[in-house]
């Protein structure tokens, strides 16, 4: 298995360490619901080195970046961040990224670890412009730090005004106690909070002085497993969950992030037909009636009929009830429709409500 | 520290049995409640249902797994633990309190296949 530079630390901090995707990375350290509700409550600290950076620079780099997602970058400005889908012609999702704009001819893309392979090897075939790609991944170190303390306790440690790096922005170079840090005003969590990226060699001194400073809030690392629901809670889609090659970005409800008025791109074409003809199914959010926990890949019925299956199931922790997402045909995809999720051979029933399920508590 | 409490008879599968007269209480080990994690949710069985020794009676289910919980005993489902509806965490706090079902026990001969504290611990600390 693969380690990140802090592999070392979330064993001394009690990690239950894990296979995730052939990295060791911590489920937890002292539980799941308790990292939960700390992070919606002051802040947590999670170790999010295994995702992939891609650095593209070139003199059409942004022409590369149109032809190659289906979110618009002609107008971006530098220092923003961007989300986008990455789609296959057919409309199938390759993997799902966030775009940093250093200036016109550099980008840097930050993908799911998971996919950070066959992205790779995916953005390398698309080029036709030209670009120079690098693959970072290895030498950088991610470390997210969020809640509603995340601002407090990084104003400790650097001198950079905070106030003035909003939602979905960037600083290619501030200074955090002595290291030199990418700081994004992003995150996978619904809360306000930044994620921090440095060279490998920096990430455990760095972590130690977040872990210092955010001790007077109650601050605690946070696993993959409330990595996991905390996006859920705040309906943000996993990739090979809620997106997929089966799964397209109009399905999974990112229509605003599929751009039409805007030259051909990969997918473009197929994308543009589904939306006029409507998707047959799509991910919608929905709540246990009856007694029952839905998993991933549980089926979904309707009086009889199998309708979908379930994306994500899981226990809500900050809403104290069990709940899912599931992709199902349109013509039930209607809040307050009733649904059955099949629960070990039994069909318990459930509700389509709206997404997300925790209203997110971003700083615009 | 994973606790194995004195007294009480358990199985391979980290069941634990405590036996009042006919009456065998079951639930869930300290070591399993330890690596499931956060428990939150239990499928109680139905009173009056009759479980052969070795049948699913129960699942246990926390933030990111569902584990069977297998019946050590053979009998008939007297009582529920209905609090573990509500408050399915009382595992965690406790898991030798928190008993799943109690069966009226069919054949005390069952509880002789049974491990002893001491025998249990062995198989906990070989993981």
Redesign the interface.
């Known amino acids: 298995m693969k380690k990140t530079p802090l592999y070392e630390e979330h064993v001394a901090l009690g990690g239950?360490i894990v296979d995730f995707g052939g990295w060791a990375l911590p489920?937890?350290y002292s539980?799941?619901?308790?990292e939960h509700l700390t992070v919606r409550k002051t802040a947590g600290l999670f170790d999010v080195s295994h995702m992939g950076e891609f650095l593209l620079e070139g003199e059409k780099a942004t022409e590369y970046l149109q032809h190659l997602l289906t979110n618009d970058f002609a107008q971006m400005p530098s220092g923003k961040v961007t989300y986008s889908p990455m789609c296959y012609p057919d409309g199938g999702v390759v993997d799902d990224l966030l775009v940093y704009k250093f200036d016109d001819r550099k980008y840097w893309l930050v993908v799911n670890a998971s996919n950070t392979q066959k992205d790779w090897e995916w953005c390398n075939a698309q080029n036709e412009q030209g670009v120079v790609l690098t693959n970072l991944s290895d030498s950088v170190a991610e470390i997210a730090l969020q809640g509603p303390a995340a601002q407090d306790i990084l104003s400790k440690l650097t001198n950079t005004d905070l106030d003035a790096l909003k939602f979905y922005h960037f600083d290619p170079r501030v200074e955090i106690c002595g290291f030199r840090v990418l700081l994004s005003r992003t995150g996978y969590t619904g809360e306000d909070g930044f994620e921090l990226y440095t060279d490998n060699e920096n990430a455990v001194r760095l972590w130690r002085e977040l872990m210092k400073a955010g001790q007077e809030w109650g601050i605690k690392p946070v696993g993959l497993?409330a990595r996991d629901?905390l996006r859920f809670e705040a309906g943000m889609p996993l990739y090979g969950q809620e997106l997929s090659t089966q799964i397209n970005p109009l399905a999974a409800g990112l229509g605003s992030f599929v751009r039409e008025d805007k030259p051909d791109y990969i997918g473009k074409s197929a994308l543009v037909q589904i939306r006029s003809q409507g998707v047959k199914q799509k991910i919608v959010g929905f709540d246990m009636i009856d007694?029952?926990?839905a998993?991933n890949h549980y089926e979904v019925f309707s009086k009889g009929s199998k309708i979908g299956f379930v994306t994500t199931g899981?226990?809500a922790?900050s809403l104290g009830k069990?709940m899912g997402m599931a992709f199902i045909d349109v013509a039930y995809a209607t809040v307050g429709q009733e649904i059955e999720i099949m629960i070990?051979d039994k069909a318990v029933l459930a509700k389509v409500i709206k997404r997300p399920f925790y209203p997110n508590n971003y700083k615009k | 520290m994973i606790k194995v409490q004195e007294g009480l008879k358990y199985t391979n599968s980290h069941e634990w049995v405590r036996v009042e007269g006919q009456n065998a209480y079951i639930g869930v080990t300290d070591y399993a409640q330890h690596h499931l994690?956060?428990i939150?949710?239990v499928?109680l069985p139905v009173p009056g249902d009759k479980v052969a020794k070795g049948e699913v009676i129960s699942?246990v289910?926390?933030?990111?797994a569902?584990s069977d919980v297998y019946a050590p005993v053979s009998g008939t489902i007297m009582e529920i633990n209905e609090e573990l509806?509500d408050s399915p965490g009382m595992i965690n706090e406790d898991a030798y309190e928190a008993w799943i079902a109690m069966v009226k026990l069919e054949n005390d001969v069952e509880l002789e296949e049974l491990m002893d504290d001491a025998d249990y611990e062995t198989i906990c600390k070989e993981g």
């Open positions: 239950r489920v937890q539980g799941i619901l308790e497993g629901t007694r029952g926990l998993r899981s226990y922790p069990n070990r | 994690g956060d939150v949710f499928e699942v289910e926390s933030v990111k569902a509806s």
